[in-house]
């Protein structure tokens, strides 16, 4: 079975320092993994996704995420937070064949402070 | 594109009655859609899987009777939580696989807030 681990279910930065959420998985097969956000009583919205080729990919809002197999890792950064990066955050595998059932990790909601 | 909306966004309701929340694809045809129940503070649990014009298939632990499901067409899916009590408040969210792009991701939809009094 597929499973997601986030590493901290907080995480607190000041504005425009680095942010590092942390994001293993498990998997028998080359996965696709994800990275959402939701907002406040929002849904998902999709940050960046790995699928095939490049392992370094580029989302929205300047995030970008490494897939790194030999540590079966997704991490997600980005150089400099800015106060609306306030939210949570859920990285996803996807179960192999089937109906593109996403797993998602526990989620860790990151805080910017002044 | 690759828009879902669900509605109602908010309902509060009273226990023992039942409660409809749908799901719409706006501007693509979904042929699988996903329902997740996601409690304050937790991550989105799956409850069943959809398939238009097939029965849902639930994930263990989740009561077929209590939540049905019904997909009847490419871009609806409805999630009805019958007989609520107030232990089945929660934020149910609905997300759709885009029918002819299999990028992997699910569109989401805005959530739809319950309350059972």
């Known amino acids: 079975a597929q499973s997601v681990t986030q590493l901290g279910s907080h995480v607190s930065v000041s504005e425009g320092a680095l942010v590092l959420l942390r994001c293993n998985y498990s998997?028998?097969?080359?996965?696709?993994l994800f990275w959402y956000v939701q907002y406040p009583n929002q849904g998902l919205q999709l940050l960046l996704k790995?699928?095939?080729?490049?392992?370094l990919v580029k989302g929205i809002n300047g995030f970008e995420a490494e897939f790194k197999k030999s540590e079966t890792s997704f991490h997600l950064t980005k150089p400099s937070a800015h106060m609306s990066d306030a939210a949570e955050y859920f990285c996803?595998?996807?179960?192999?064949?089937?109906?593109?059932?996403?797993?998602f990790g526990a989620g860790t909601r990151l805080a910017v402070h002044p | 594109g690759a828009v879902v909306s669900q509605h109602p966004s908010w309902v509060i309701c009273k226990s023992g009655t039942s409660v409809k929340i749908e799901c719409r694809s706006l501007?693509?045809?979904?042929?699988?859609m996903f329902w997740y129940r996601q409690f304050p503070k937790q991550s989105l649990m799956l409850m069943a899987t959809?398939?238009?014009?097939?029965?849902?298939?639930?994930e263990q632990g989740v009561e077929k009777d209590k939540f049905l499901i019904n997909h009847a067409s490419l871009t609806l899916s409805t999630l009805t939580v019958t007989s609520a009590h107030p232990e089945d408040s929660s934020f149910y969210i609905c997300?759709?696989?885009?029918?002819?792009?299999?990028?992997?991701?699910?569109?989401f939809g805005e959530g739809s807030r319950l309350t059972v009094l």
């Open positions: 959809s398939n238009e014009g097939s029965k849902a298939t639930y």
């Open positions: 790995y699928t095939t080729g490049a392992t």
């Open positions: 997300s759709a696989r885009h029918r002819g792009r299999d990028t992997g991701e699910l569109f």
């Open positions: 998997s028998s097969v080359p996965p696709y």
């Open positions: 996803a595998v996807r179960t192999p064949g089937g109906y593109n059932k996403l797993i």
């Open positions: 501007d693509f045809q979904a042929t699988t």
